[in-house]
């Protein structure tokens, strides 16, 4: 295979806190070195003057709609949205129609995944059908690919039965991520607050995400089975796993660019691109979610990247919950958490590439000397405008439609093989091999 030579760039690598500026060398898909200065005969050069290089970015959350909902994504659009936003790796959440409960199921995604630029994982259910009723046969999961276990948004609500989902987890070796929601108080169209009762819509209360988060955290065994917390979003719920943690307990979270960007004042103007699930909460929310990045609270930033048809979003009080993510994620991060000094641009990362690898055990989120070569080189200060239409995605429902950001995905490299090249797509220019 070929050689190709990244010169001139800023280079990050959070799984070492390296920030240098140098050169990295791939060879047959794999980073061979980065040095501060080299020179390879016959290798493609390609010139990162002004960019920085970090790895890939791991995006632990997502929905990719396929099997049976394709007419809003599909796993190669998906593919093709999470290439352009530096995302080299995914997993993909198991709600698909029918829900990824099987080893049939997952050799469906296995085998069209091989199409797909990136490395697609898929998270298989916790309940057969994602019924809550009955566990899936998780051994049988894990031999057939599965890389975590999951009932995201129809969460396991009997206790004794999520109680052996994570005895049955440890045994296999599992991961176990959870969307935390009490069904008895969730089915609202946004937060419950003031803005829910001015507009006079159905709120869910920050306690629906709140007990469900308490109970996972009591249902963690000291020798057991690691929790990760799906999409955090509210002040209380950060301030029990922060004590969690404190305590020693095996809990990680994520939470979302949308909420350290948006708070439920967007949903003024009844517009359902504003709408996921858990909610836009307050300012107070907000503010927390930022703390809980900063003080390493939270491991991972993950999109919960959920299109859907605009004809579906078309209105505010039926529409489906779920935003997309993806294509702007990076850039929220460092409009929003680097560029106010929240925090670095190497923790950033950490965030969205070596932390979410190491959760779920899967490689990438490195650039150290054999490890596959997923990279993306980005500019920091290039500003651009979210235009919807613009998007990779099938769909188009973004909260950050037409707001300015900062921070510019320019490469995007899967083993070695430029997948992404920005500067190609909008001037027809064509890289130089
Ligand atoms: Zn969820």
């Known amino acids: 295979m070929r050689t190709l030579l990244i010169k001139n760039v800023r280079v990050l690598d959070p799984s070492c806190g390296r920030d240098m500026l140098g050169s990295i060398l791939i060879r047959d898909g794999k980073i061979e070195s980065v040095e501060e200065s080299a020179e390879v005969e016959g290798a493609v050069l390609l010139d990162g003057c002004g960019l920085t290089a970090a790895p890939g970015l791991v995006d632990m959350h997502v929905h990719f709609r396929d099997p049976g909902q394709t007419y809003k994504e599909d796993l190669l659009t998906g593919a093709a949205a999470a290439a352009a936003g530096g995302v080299t790796s995914v997993l993909c959440m198991p709600n698909t129609a029918p829900a990824v409960d099987s080893e049939a199921g997952l050799a469906y995604i296995k085998e069209k995944s091989e199409k797909a630029k990136i490395h697609i994982y898929q998270a298989a259910a916790i309940t057969r059908g994602l019924q ?3 566990l899936t046969d998780f051994a049988e999961l894990k031999h057939a690919g599965a890389a975590a276990v999951s009932d995201d ?3 396991v609500s009997d206790d004794g039965l999520m109680r052996a989902a994570l005895e049955q987890a440890a045994l296999k070796g599992l991961p176990v991520l959870s969307h935390c929601e009490d069904l008895a108080l969730a089915g609202g169209v946004m937060h419950e607050g003031e803005t829910s009762r001015a507009l006079g819509v159905k709120g869910i209360p920050a306690a629906a995400e709140d007990n ?13 089975c690691p929790l990760h917390i799906c999409h955090v979003s509210t002040a209380a719920s950060f301030d029990m796993i922060r004590k969690a ?7 990680t ?25 858990p909610p836009l909460r307050t300012e107070s929310d907000r503010e927390a979610v930022i703390r809980a990045i900063a003080d390493g609270t939270v491991d991972a ?3 919960d990247h959920a299109p859907h048809a605009p004809e579906e979003k078309a209105n505010f009080v039926s529409a489906p919950n779920g935003v997309l993510g993806l294509e702007t994620s990076l850039a929220a991060g460092i409009t929003y958490l680097v560029k106010p000094g929240h925090i670095t641009l190497l923790r950033l990362l950490e ?9 779920l055990g899967i490689s990438g989120g490195t650039l150290k000397p054999g490890a596959p070569a997923d990279i993306i080189l980005f500019s920091m200060e290039e500003k651009w405008t979210v235009d919807p239409e613009k998007l990779h995605s099938k769909a188009r429902n973004t909260p950050f439609a037409g707001m300015e950001l900062t921070g510019r995905v320019k ?3 899967v083993g070695g093989n430029v997948i992404f090249n920005e500067e190609a797509e909008h001037h027809g220019v064509h890289p130089a091999d």
């Open 153 to 155: 948004g129809r969460p």
């Open 253 to 277: 979270c994520e939470t979302a660019p949308h909420y350290f960007v948006f708070t439920d004042q967007k949903l003024k103007g009844k517009n359902a691109n504003f709408r996921m699930n």
């Open 132 to 134: 809550g009723k009955e």
């Open 212 to 224: 469900a988060t308490a109970r996972e955290l009591s249902l963690i065994q000291p020798d057991g």
């Open 245 to 251: 943690k404190a305590e020693g307990k095996r809990v």
């Open 411 to 413: 490469y995007t490299i």
């Open 351 to 359: 965030l969205m590439s070596t932390s979410p690898a190491r959760i």
């Open 301 to 303: 930033i993950a999109t």
